[in-house]
């Protein structure tokens, strides 16, 4: 399915012809800024119908409301499991969910040690909280209302996790990378879903 986007491939897409992306419901978290509504405007021009899940500060509900009724914006904080089956749930009245991207998050660049002294306990607390949990948090509902959808080309969806490249890089703030780049390494048989990072582009963020 994904193949059609040019932004990630599965080996399923890679031998039959999918899911069309015109029939998907697509969650995008913190959709609102960054990385999420590129993505949102990526599966929109492929005709998918988006729910943006974001935390109710502006500008996602403005963003939804530019893009058309394609886009619905739902308040969200990854973080509650009851604010994202609402996201989710939301999105039926569009049709079925078959995509779960996860592009909330928070960074902090802080080193374990520096002029302020050691890395503040409490910030790591919060970028593992939003960053990790959050995006289990949405991964493992996805991961069972995308295996209960109808397969179809060979898939029933797919679910897009963005974690930075510094996880493999040993780079200060990549605490919370290292756990994400962990959790896309457990895809799930059963639920016939997926997890990916995107590919980064070459003149694009790293
Ligand atoms: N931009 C990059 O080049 C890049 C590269 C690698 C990894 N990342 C990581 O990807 C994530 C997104 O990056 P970005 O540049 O788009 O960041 P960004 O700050 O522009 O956007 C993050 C979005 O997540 C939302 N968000 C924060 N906490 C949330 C919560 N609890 N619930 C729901 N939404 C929440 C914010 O409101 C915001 O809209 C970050 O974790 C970042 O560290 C970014």
Known sequence: MAAALGVVRTESSRKGNGVDIAECVVLVTGGASGL?????????????????ADLPSPPGADIAAELGKRVIFKATDVTSEAQVTAAMDAGR???????????????????????????????????IQVDLVGTFNVLRPAAERIGQAEEVGGERGVIINTASIA????????????????LMR????????????????PDGPQ
Not at 46 to 52: F, K, N, P, S, T
Not at 167 to 182: L, N
Not at 186 to 201: C, I, M, N
Request: with cysteine.
């Open 36 to 52: 999420g509504p590129a993505a949102v405007k990526k599966f929109l021009g492929a005709g998918a119908q988006v729910v943006i």
């Open 93 to 127: 009245e569009l049709g079925t969910l078959r995509v779960a991207v996860n592009c909330a998050g928070v960074s902090s660049a802080v080193k374990k040690v520096g002029e302020g002294g050691p890395f503040p306990l409490a910030e790591l607390s919060q970028v």
């Open 167 to 182: 996880a493999f890089d040993g780079h200060t703030s990549c605490s919370a990378d290292v756990c994400v780049m962990g």
């Open 186 to 201: 457990v895809p799930d048989p059963p639920a016939r879903t997926s997890a990916f990072t995107v590919p980064p582009q």
